[in-house]
C-alpha cells in the first residue's frame, strides 16, 4: 500500500523516518571518510619522515647512490627500499611479493603513495635529487593495522550512532505528531458528532492565528453553512405546507361535494372552474415560493394594483365570511404598476389579510397609497391590536399564541415580510385608532405626481 493511501499520521512519520535516516547516513559517510583521509594523512607525514632520514644516509656521488654499511641507529628497523635512478632496486625492505611489487612501482616512480590491503601495510616514495636530477627514489613502508582498527571501530561506532539517533528522532517525531494531530482528530470527531446530532455547537476559537485556529474557523463556517442550508430546508417545507394547505383542502371539498350525488353537467363545470381556479392558485403560490427560494430576482413585474387587490380580495372573501367580518377595499387612483410580479404580491398581502380577518371584530379594510416612488398597503382590523411588544416577534417564524397573533401555525407573517424584502420592499405592524394596522411597502414603475396622496 503506498503512503498516499496511509493516515496522515503514518505518512509523516515515514517522511521523517527517511529523511533522517538519509541524512545521518551522509554525515556518518561523510564523517568516515574525513576520517580515513586524516589517518592516511598522518600514515604519509610518518613515511615521509622516515624517507627523508633513509635520504639523509644516502652519499650522493656523482649519479651515483652509495649506501653505507651501517645507517642511523634505528632506522634498520624501518622498512625501506632504494632504488638506483633506472628503478634498480639498490636495497631492498622486508615484505611478500604484493609489498614488494608496489615497492618497485613506487620506486621506478620516484614518488606518490599506495596501499597494500593484504597486509596492511602502506608505503610512499621520496626522490632522490642531485643538483635538480633525479638520480634514485627512496620507499618507505609502514603498518596500518592500527588505523585500520581505529577506522573500522569509528565505522561501527557512526553505523551505531545512526541507528540510535534515528530510532530517538522517530521516537520524538511520532509524540510530536502525535500531540500536534491530537486536537484535529478531536475536532474532527466533535465536528461529525455534532453534524449528526446538534448543528448549534463550535470550536470558538477566536481569532484564527495559527493553523489549529483556522481550521476550527474553517469547521465553524462549515457547520453555519450547514445549519444554515437545514434552517432554509425546514422553513421552506413548512412555508409550502402553510401555503398549500389552504388551496388543496378547497379542491378536495369541492371534488367530494360534487362527487357525492349526482349533478347536471352545468354543475360539474362550475365545480370543475372552481378546481380549477384553486388549481391555478395552487401554482401561482409554488412559483412565488419558489422563486423565493431559489433567490431569483423577482422585481421587473408589472403589476396591477388595481387588479391585484381584487383578486386577493376576492381570494380571502369566503374566510372573512366564514368569520362574520366585511372585507373591504379601495381601488388606486391613477396609472402606475408594482415592481414586482403578482403572484409575488399576492402572497405578501393573503397573510396579512387572512391574520386581519381572524382577528377582526367586524371589518377589514385594504387601501393603497403612493409615496416617493414606493407604494404603501394597509391593511387595517377592528380587533383586540397587536401587543407593543411582540410587534417584531411577530414576524418569527413559529411565533404563536401571543393576543393579537392568533392561533395559526406562526409561518404567515415572517413569510410575508421576507417576499417584501426579497423585492426590496417591507412589512411592518403598527398601532391603529382600533385594532392593527399592517404596512406593506413595496417599489413602483411609475406613478403620476398627480395621484400621490
Not at 615521509?48 to 639523509?56: E, K, P, Q, V
Not at 627512496?138 to 582498527?149: D, G, K, P, Q
Not at 433567490?295 to 381584487?310: F, K, M, Q, V, Y
Request: with cysteine; glycine share 8%.
Amino acid at each position: 500500500m503506498s503512503l498516499r493511501r496511509r493516515g496522515l499520521r503514518f505518512r509523516l512519520l515515514g517522511l521523517v523516518a527517511i529523511t533522517s535516516l538519509l541524512v545521518l547516513a551522509a554525515l556518518a559517510a561523510a564523517f568516515n571518510i574525513a576520517f580515513q583521509a586524516g589517518l592516511d594523512n598522518d600514515a604519509d607525514k610518518v613515511l615521509r619522515a622516515r624517507a627523508a632520514a633513509a635520504l639523509d644516509t644516502i652519499v650522493i656521488h656523482g649519479e651515483r647512490l652509495i649506501v653505507p654499511e651501517r645507517r642511523q641507529a634505528g632506522l634498520h628497523d624501518a622498512p625501506i627500499w632504494i632504488y638506483s635512478s633506472d628503478g634498480a632496486a639498490i636495497e631492498r625492505g622486508p615484505g611478500n611479493d604484493a609489498v614488494q611489487a608496489i615497492a618497485n612501482r613506487l620506486g621506478a616512480i620516484g614518488a606518490g603513495s599506495a596501499d597494500e590491503p593484504g597486509s596492511e601495510t602502506r608505503l610512499l616514495a621520496l626522490t632522490a635529487n642531485d643538483r635538480g636530477h633525479r638520480v634514485g627514489a627512496v620507499v618507505a613502508a609502514l603498518s596500518t593495522e592500527a588505523a585500520e582498527n581505529s577506522a573500522t571501530r569509528a565505522l561501527v561506532f557512526s553505523l551505531v550512532f545512526v541507528g540510535l539517533a534515528a530510532l530517538m528522532i522517530i521516537g520524538l517525531a511520532r509524540l510530536l505528531v502525535d500531540r500536534a494531530l491530537r486536537p484535529v482528530t478531536e475536532m474532527t470527531r466533535a465536528a461529525a458528532d455534532w453534524t449528526e446530532h446538534d448543528l448549534a455547537h463550535r470550536f470558538n476559537a477566536g481569532e484564527p492565528h495559527d493553523e489549529l485556529t483556522a481550521l476550527a474557523s474553517t469547521f465553524d463556517g462549515m457547520l453555519d453553512q450547514i445549519e444554515a442550508s437545514l434552517r432554509r430546508e425546514r422553513r421552506f417545507s413548512a412555508e409550502i405546507s402553510h401555503e398549500l394547505r389552504t388551496p388543496l383542502a378547497a379542491i378536495l371539498a369541492e371534488a367530494e361535494l360534487t362527487l357525492r350525488r349526482q349533478r347536471t353537467p352545468h354543475d360539474y363545470r362550475g365545480a370543475l372552474g372552481e378546481i380549477a381556479t384553486k388549481a391555478i392558485q395552487l401554482e401561482r403560490i409554488l412559483d412565488a415560493l419558489l422563486m423565493a427560494e431559489r433567490g431569483r430576482d423577482a422585481a421587473g413585474g408589472n403589476a396591477d394594483p388595481g387588479e391585484l387587490l381584487a383578486a386577493v380580495a376576492t381570494a380571502n372573501q369566503a374566510a372573512a365570511r366564514a368569520r362574520g367580518v366585511n372585507l373591504d377595499w379601495v381601488a388606486p387612483d391613477g396609472e402606475w404598476s408594482l415592481d414586482a410580479e403578482s403572484a409575488m404580491v399576492e402572497r405578501i398581502l393573503s397573510p396579512l389579510i387572512e391574520n386581519a380577518c381572524r382577528h377582526a371584530e367586524s371589518s377589514v379594510m385594504i387601501e393603497v397609497r403612493v409615496e416617493g416612488g414606493r407604494a404603501t398597503f394597509s391593511v387595517v382590523d377592528d380587533g383586540p391590536g397587536v401587543d407593543p411588544s411582540v410587534k417584531e416577534a411577530i414576524f418569527d417564524p413559529g411565533f404563536q399564541g401571543t393576543p393579537g397573533v392568533g392561533s395559526g401555525a406562526g409561518l404567515g407573517l415572517p413569510l410575508a415580510r421576507r417576499l417584501a424584502r426579497a423585492l426590496g420592499g417591507e412589512v411592518s405592524c403598527h398601532a391603529a385608532d382600533l385594532g392593527a394596522r399592517f404596512e406593506v411597502t413595496l417599489p413602483v414603475v411609475a406613478a403620476s405626481p398627480l395621484t400621490e396622496n
